[in-house]
């Protein structure tokens, strides 16, 4: 039973616009949540995070917004450029130092 | 500043045989994980320690999969024997985990993509 979903695969976008990943988690004893970037080849790196006692959070280009009433987070990046193509996943921990990760969604960012 | 280090980077075995991957975290932190990343099922925790210390190893698929951390620089993951269905890439992370501290930062190696002939 998967507790951190990433609905879409892939999310294709123009440069310059913006660009929205979406997340969804199904337990609600979730208290921190992260996404970080992936390039093929590379490891996960680590983008950006929020706590739940937070509804947004916002470093430079990057917005994490967090709904927990809907169990929902976001990434929106404005404006998307060409290195942001990559792979980002989402991930929560209840607490403790263990994350539940979701499946990742492939951005594309058209020049 | 160096960051999580894994070796090899690349493997290429054939099933049955012994296949140990290798880690060193970051120098003071106090965590490391294991993942498994596969089309299929996305980043998978295999096993993670505590101050060198096995917590959590539900996510290792079967006994042919072992992990030690023999003190706080170095792990290994270990797979005998190996199969075909076990090709993947694995990756390590480390973390600092301790009152006052963001505990849920990991940071990742570069990965060691496995495959079994």
């Known amino acids: 039973d998967q507790q951190v979903k990433q609905n879409s695969p892939s999310l294709s976008v123009q440069e310059g616009r913006i660009s929205i990943l979406n997340c969804d988690y199904t337990?609600?004893?979730?208290?921190?949540f992260l996404w970080y970037k992936k390039y093929p080849a590379e490891g996960p790196t680590f983008l950006i995070s929020?706590?739940?006692?937070?509804d947004k959070n916002e470093d430079g280009r990057f917005t994490v917004f967090l709904n927990k009433s809907a169990k929902h987070l976001s990434l929106h990046i404005v404006p998307s450029q060409p290195g942001d193509s990559a792979v980002y996943f989402c991930?929560?921990?209840?607490?403790?130092?263990?994350?539940?990760f979701g499946a990742g969604t492939i951005l594309r960012v058209k020049s | 500043d160096a960051g999580v280090i894994q070796s090899p980077r690349h493997e290429v075995t054939e099933m049955g045989q012994e296949v140990t991957l290798r880690c060193k975290p970051i120098s003071g932190h106090n965590s490391l994980f294991w993942y498994r990343q596969t089309m299929m099922r996305g980043l998978e925790l295999l096993i993670y320690?505590?101050?060198?210390?096995?917590i959590d190893d539900s996510g290792m698929p079967e006994d042919r999969f072992s992990a030690k951390m023999p003190n706080a620089s170095f792990s290994t993951l270990k797979i005998q024997p190996s199969e075909p269905r076990d090709s993947a890439v694995y990756f390590c992370?480390?973390?600092?985990w301790g009152a006052g501290v963001n505990t849920d930062t990991q940071y990742f190696g570069p990965g060691t993509r496995l495959t079994v002939l």
């Open positions: 320690f505590n101050n060198n210390v096995p």
């Open positions: 991930a929560a921990s209840e607490g403790g130092n263990k994350l539940v």
């Open positions: 929020i706590s739940s006692i937070k």
């Open positions: 337990n609600s004893m979730f208290d921190y």
């Open positions: 992370a480390s973390s600092l």
